[in-house]
Protein backbone atom coordinates (compact mmCIF):
# COMPACT_ATOMS: atom_id res chain seq x y z
CA UNK A 1 0.00 0.00 0.00
CA UNK A 2 2.79 2.39 0.47
CA UNK A 3 4.28 2.23 -3.04
CA UNK A 4 1.03 2.83 -4.20
CA UNK A 5 0.60 5.42 -2.08
CA UNK A 6 3.60 7.33 -3.10
CA UNK A 7 2.77 6.56 -7.27
CA UNK A 8 -1.32 7.90 -6.83
CA UNK A 9 -0.09 10.93 -4.51
CA UNK A 10 2.76 11.74 -6.86
CA UNK A 11 0.93 11.12 -10.10
CA UNK A 12 -2.17 13.43 -8.78
CA UNK A 13 0.93 16.06 -7.30
CA UNK A 14 1.71 16.60 -10.91
CA UNK A 15 -1.65 16.77 -12.29
CA UNK A 16 -2.45 19.24 -9.82
CA UNK A 17 0.50 21.40 -10.55
CA UNK A 18 -0.19 21.03 -14.42
CA UNK A 19 -4.07 22.13 -13.40
CA UNK A 20 -3.07 25.45 -11.30
CA UNK A 21 -0.18 26.70 -14.19
CA UNK A 22 -3.30 26.39 -16.13
CA UNK A 23 -5.01 28.78 -14.34
CA UNK A 24 -6.37 31.56 -17.07
CA UNK A 25 -5.13 34.62 -15.29
CA UNK A 26 -6.77 37.00 -17.22
CA UNK A 27 -10.16 35.74 -16.11
CA UNK A 28 -8.83 35.76 -12.42
CA UNK A 29 -8.03 39.49 -13.20
CA UNK A 30 -11.81 40.22 -14.58
CA UNK A 31 -13.42 38.18 -11.82
CA UNK A 32 -11.19 40.30 -9.37
CA UNK A 33 -12.65 43.50 -10.98
CA UNK A 34 -16.01 42.82 -10.65
CA UNK A 35 -15.88 42.10 -7.40
CA UNK A 36 -13.62 45.21 -6.48
CA UNK A 37 -16.32 47.11 -8.02
CA UNK A 38 -18.88 45.55 -6.23
CA UNK A 39 -16.78 46.17 -2.59
CA UNK A 40 -16.65 50.14 -3.76
CA UNK A 41 -19.83 50.64 -4.69
CA UNK A 42 -21.29 48.83 -1.75
CA UNK A 43 -23.10 46.31 -3.30
CA UNK A 44 -23.54 42.16 -2.26
CA UNK A 45 -21.95 39.13 -3.12
CA UNK A 46 -23.76 36.43 -3.01
CA UNK A 47 -22.11 32.98 -3.31
CA UNK A 48 -23.13 29.24 -4.04
CA UNK A 49 -22.71 25.58 -4.64
CA UNK A 50 -23.48 22.25 -3.72
CA UNK A 51 -21.45 19.78 -1.85
CA UNK A 52 -17.65 20.63 -2.08
CA UNK A 53 -18.59 23.52 -4.06
CA UNK A 54 -20.78 24.13 -0.56
CA UNK A 55 -17.95 24.03 1.23
CA UNK A 56 -15.99 26.41 -0.99
CA UNK A 57 -18.36 29.03 -1.10
CA UNK A 58 -18.75 29.08 2.64
CA UNK A 59 -14.79 29.38 2.53
CA UNK A 60 -14.78 32.04 0.13
CA UNK A 61 -17.36 34.17 2.07
CA UNK A 62 -15.48 33.87 5.12
CA UNK A 63 -12.06 34.76 3.47
CA UNK A 64 -13.79 37.63 1.12
CA UNK A 65 -15.42 38.96 4.14
CA UNK A 66 -13.05 38.79 6.39
CA UNK A 67 -9.51 38.52 5.13
CA UNK A 68 -10.10 41.73 2.43
CA UNK A 69 -10.29 44.28 5.20
CA UNK A 70 -8.18 47.69 5.42
CA UNK A 71 -8.83 50.79 7.12
CA UNK A 72 -8.96 52.60 4.21
CA UNK A 73 -11.13 50.91 1.97
CA UNK A 74 -15.14 49.87 2.22
CA UNK A 75 -16.04 46.57 3.57
CA UNK A 76 -16.61 43.77 0.71
CA UNK A 77 -20.47 42.89 1.91
CA UNK A 78 -20.51 39.12 1.08
CA UNK A 79 -23.48 36.33 1.99
CA UNK A 80 -23.15 32.51 1.47
CA UNK A 81 -26.72 31.10 0.55
CA UNK A 82 -25.78 27.60 1.49
CA UNK A 83 -24.50 28.29 5.36
CA UNK A 84 -28.41 28.85 6.74
CA UNK A 85 -29.25 25.05 7.00
CA UNK A 86 -32.87 25.55 7.82
CA UNK A 87 -33.74 28.24 5.11
CA UNK A 88 -32.06 25.83 2.68
CA UNK A 89 -33.47 22.90 4.02
CA UNK A 90 -36.82 24.52 4.12
CA UNK A 91 -36.68 26.21 0.41
CA UNK A 92 -35.48 21.94 -0.35
CA UNK A 93 -38.34 20.59 1.05
CA UNK A 94 -41.64 23.03 0.46
CA UNK A 95 -40.20 24.53 -3.00
CA UNK A 96 -37.98 22.20 -4.19
CA UNK A 97 -34.13 21.51 -4.58
CA UNK A 98 -34.01 23.25 -7.54
CA UNK A 99 -35.00 26.88 -5.89
CA UNK A 100 -32.84 26.99 -2.59
CA UNK A 101 -30.39 30.00 -4.18
CA UNK A 102 -33.03 31.10 -6.63
CA UNK A 103 -35.31 31.86 -3.59
CA UNK A 104 -33.23 33.22 -1.40
CA UNK A 105 -31.77 35.79 -4.19
CA UNK A 106 -35.23 36.91 -4.85
CA UNK A 107 -35.72 38.26 -1.34
CA UNK A 108 -32.13 39.77 -0.93
CA UNK A 109 -31.18 40.90 -4.05
CA UNK A 110 -31.05 43.81 -5.69
CA UNK A 111 -29.88 45.08 -9.37
CA UNK A 112 -26.06 45.17 -9.17
CA UNK A 113 -25.07 42.90 -6.96
CA UNK A 114 -23.13 40.41 -7.73
CA UNK A 115 -23.99 36.28 -7.73
CA UNK A 116 -21.36 34.07 -7.88
CA UNK A 117 -21.69 30.38 -8.62
CA UNK A 118 -19.49 27.42 -7.72
CA UNK A 119 -20.22 24.18 -9.96
CA UNK A 120 -17.47 21.64 -10.79
CA UNK A 121 -19.37 20.12 -13.42
CA UNK A 122 -21.10 23.54 -14.60
CA UNK A 123 -24.82 21.92 -14.63
CA UNK A 124 -26.01 21.85 -11.10
CA UNK A 125 -30.17 22.65 -12.08
CA UNK A 126 -30.20 24.70 -8.27
CA UNK A 127 -26.82 26.72 -9.69
CA UNK A 128 -28.36 27.04 -12.95
CA UNK A 129 -31.76 28.00 -11.53
CA UNK A 130 -29.78 30.67 -9.35
CA UNK A 131 -27.69 32.25 -12.08
CA UNK A 132 -30.68 32.25 -14.33
CA UNK A 133 -32.49 34.52 -11.23
CA UNK A 134 -29.70 36.85 -10.75
CA UNK A 135 -29.78 37.18 -14.23
CA UNK A 136 -33.71 38.39 -14.39
CA UNK A 137 -33.06 40.49 -11.44
CA UNK A 138 -30.22 42.47 -13.19
CA UNK A 139 -27.20 40.83 -10.95
CA UNK A 140 -23.69 40.49 -12.44
CA UNK A 141 -22.99 36.54 -12.88
CA UNK A 142 -19.82 35.15 -12.30
CA UNK A 143 -19.18 31.05 -12.31
CA UNK A 144 -16.38 29.13 -11.49
CA UNK A 145 -16.48 25.82 -12.74
CA UNK A 146 -14.08 22.75 -14.52
CA UNK A 147 -14.65 20.26 -16.85
CA UNK A 148 -15.34 21.98 -20.22
CA UNK A 149 -17.79 24.36 -17.81
CA UNK A 150 -21.00 22.85 -18.58
CA UNK A 151 -24.52 24.98 -19.10
CA UNK A 152 -23.18 27.85 -16.80
CA UNK A 153 -20.00 28.69 -18.89
CA UNK A 154 -22.45 30.18 -21.51
CA UNK A 155 -25.06 31.67 -19.07
CA UNK A 156 -22.59 33.71 -16.66
CA UNK A 157 -21.31 37.01 -17.34
CA UNK A 158 -17.65 35.91 -16.59
CA UNK A 159 -16.94 32.54 -16.51
CA UNK A 160 -13.42 30.64 -15.22
CA UNK A 161 -13.19 27.03 -15.96
CA UNK A 162 -10.25 25.23 -14.45
CA UNK A 163 -9.23 22.79 -17.61
CA UNK A 164 -9.72 19.55 -15.75
CA UNK A 165 -11.60 16.44 -16.28
CA UNK A 166 -10.99 15.76 -12.53
CA UNK A 167 -13.29 16.53 -9.65
CA UNK A 168 -11.32 16.38 -6.63
CA UNK A 169 -8.37 18.84 -8.49
CA UNK A 170 -11.15 21.02 -10.18
CA UNK A 171 -12.01 21.51 -6.39
CA UNK A 172 -8.21 22.16 -5.46
CA UNK A 173 -7.95 24.78 -7.86
CA UNK A 174 -11.12 26.81 -6.94
CA UNK A 175 -9.80 26.87 -3.13
CA UNK A 176 -6.35 28.75 -4.75
CA UNK A 177 -8.30 30.93 -7.13
CA UNK A 178 -10.49 31.81 -4.15
CA UNK A 179 -7.06 32.49 -1.97
CA UNK A 180 -5.85 34.58 -4.68
CA UNK A 181 -9.06 36.58 -5.56
CA UNK A 182 -9.22 36.99 -1.34
CA UNK A 183 -5.73 38.76 -2.18
CA UNK A 184 -6.52 40.74 -4.31
CA UNK A 185 -9.14 42.29 -2.86
CA UNK A 186 -7.18 42.77 0.30
CA UNK A 187 -4.18 44.89 -1.79
CA UNK A 188 -1.26 43.22 -4.03
CA UNK A 189 1.15 44.53 -1.06
CA UNK A 190 0.53 41.27 0.80
CA UNK A 191 1.49 38.97 -2.33
CA UNK A 192 5.39 39.20 -0.82
CA UNK A 193 3.84 37.23 2.35
Wanted: hydrophobic residues 40%; aromatic residues 6%.
Amino acid sequence: MEQEAALYGNRYIEKLIADIKNIPMDKIAEIAKVLQQAQQNGKRVFIFGNGGSAAMASHMACDFGKNTRKPEQSRLRVISLVDGLSALTAYANDEGYENVFSEPLLSLAEAGDVALAISGSGNSPNVIKGIETAKQLGLITIGLTGFQGGKLNGLVDKCLVVNSNNMERIEDVHLIINHILTGLLRGSEWCNN
